[in-house]
């Protein structure tokens, strides 16, 4: 009885030791290849961010009818 609870806990070891020692293996990863960047034309600027009024309140909604 006591092997096998001995061969048991080892066994489990074992493959408790495989399996970590299996997740830290590298792996090839593929290769980003990035494209060249278009020479001006980025966008600067152009965004509606910051263009807003600061502190003013919008005009109210008024339906015509």
Same mark, same amino acid.
């Given at each position: +009885? $006591?092997?096998?609870k @001995?061969?048991f806990?080892l066994g489990? $070891?074992?493959? *408790?030791?495989t399996? %970590?020692?299996?997740?830290? *293996?590298p792996?090839?990863? /593929?290769v =980003?290849?990035?494209?060249? %960047?278009p @020479?001006? &034309? +980025? /966008? #600067?600027?152009? !965004? /509606?961010?910051? &263009?807003a009024? #600061?502190? &003013?309140?919008?005009g /109210?909604?008024? !339906?015509? =009818?």
């Open positions: +009885m $006591t092997v096998k @001995i061969v806990v489990a $070891t074992f493959a *408790l030791v399996v %970590a020692n299996a997740a830290d *293996l792996r090839r990863q /593929p =980003y290849v990035q494209q060249q %960047a @020479i001006g &034309k +980025m /966008p #600067i600027g152009k !965004s /509606p961010v910051g &263009k009024p #600061i502190g &003013k309140a919008p /109210p909604v008024v !339906s015509r =009818y």
